[in-house]
């Protein structure tokens, strides 16, 4: 008896939270949306106790609808919604693969929308600037949860942690953001004439 009291005193407060998370998250995206491209310069850092890694790297993405070109200091990984792109510096090796829808749903293009499929939404906590939220994935996979900060003023994410279910966290933090830039139509493609002795591996 106490345990369905308890079920149903918590029910209420589950629902508000519930309630105000997709309120915040509904404000972002109308304004991702409202948006023609973004870039984004961010810091990535991993830590995993069982794996001893704790690194960082710093990156920038570029983000154009289903179009994106993330760069990194060992690799930059390009898509023009038909093949991706994964040039290896150090190796001076670019791969080619066709996009596949299923495996794409973490992909570089949907770090802004993450929260917009397959998963339940909880309100955390908020400050003067930020609002945190909890992701819980609807199915199981690699990941238990992701937290979400999202910056009130500018109705966007600011950051976000993945956990798995290792005890392991990988920490996105958005350090600069522009948006409704001017691209060359070859910018979601990659450039051979950039880079002319490149080996290429065509997996398509």
Known sequence: ???????????????????????I???????TASYSNIEAHFTNTI???A???????????????????LELKEQTIISNGESNWIHLIDE????ITEVDEEEESLNPSKL?????????TQFISENSNLYIIDLIPEESGSFIKVELRINKKEARIDGF???????????????????????DNDFFQFNYNEHPNVDVIDLR
């Open 92 to 95: 001076n090796e670019v791969q």
């Open 47 to 49: 830590i995993s106790e």
């Open 1 to 23: 008896m106490h345990k369905i009291l308890f079920i149903f005193l918590t029910l209420p407060s589950f629902l508000f939270s519930q309630d105000k998370a997709d309120e």
């Open 161 to 183: 942690t993945l956990f798995d279910k290792n005890g392991g966290k990988y920490t996105y933090d958005v350090n600069l953001f522009k948006v409704n830039q001017s691209f």
């Open 25 to 31: 998250l509904n404000e972002v995206s109308k304004k």
């Open 51 to 69: 794996a001893d890694i704790n690194e960082s790297q710093k990156g920038v993405l570029f983000l154009q609808g289903d179009l994106y070109r």
């Open 112 to 120: 802004f929308t993450i929260y917009q499929e397959g998963y339940k």
